[in-house]
């Protein structure tokens, strides 16, 4: 099977469970239910994600890990098992996996510690007189010359102050 083809098998399996996306990941894919990542598809192998209670039950249908080799040659694992073969049959075989690596990537989700926000969800940050703009002087500025906007801007506290003194008596 190509690898799309795969991929799209995979989604109809895990269909049942919620909405169903992948997006490509680690030269695989990770597949989502309602955008949450509970699958991985390495080279044509469905990985459920796993925890503490379904690691043994898949150890005993002969699934194995996903592992990976560092640049230091040390060998890591993650949280994921290789789907049963039974379970890559139909949606109904595939239901009681798929909902154990929901249930995982759920508590995983849960004891996962908060992560910082992104400059795209982040508040802007004011910004200082070093980094804004220069402003542009108006015409007659450098000169000394009084221009419209600064003789307005002298009139105005005058003005305030005699609205002010009126609105008090």
Known sequence: MN????VSHCLELLGPLGRTSSRRMFGGHALYI?????ALIIQDTLY?????ASRPLLEREGSRPFTYDTKKGERHALGYFTAPEAAMESPAEMMPWARRAL???VG???K??????SAATAPAKKSTAAQAPAKKAPAGAASGKKTPAKAAAKKAPARQGAARKATRA
């Not at 690898?3 to 795969?6: E, I, R, V």
């Not at 996962?112 to 926000?117: E, F, G």
């Open 48 to 52: 459920l994600k796993v925890d503490d």
């Open 103 to 105: 249930a995982a990537a």
């Open 108 to 110: 995983a989700r849960a």
């Open 34 to 38: 309602d955008g949450l990542c509970m």
């Open 112 to 117: 996962a510690p908060a992560r910082k926000k």
């Open 3 to 6: 690898d799309s083809g795969f």
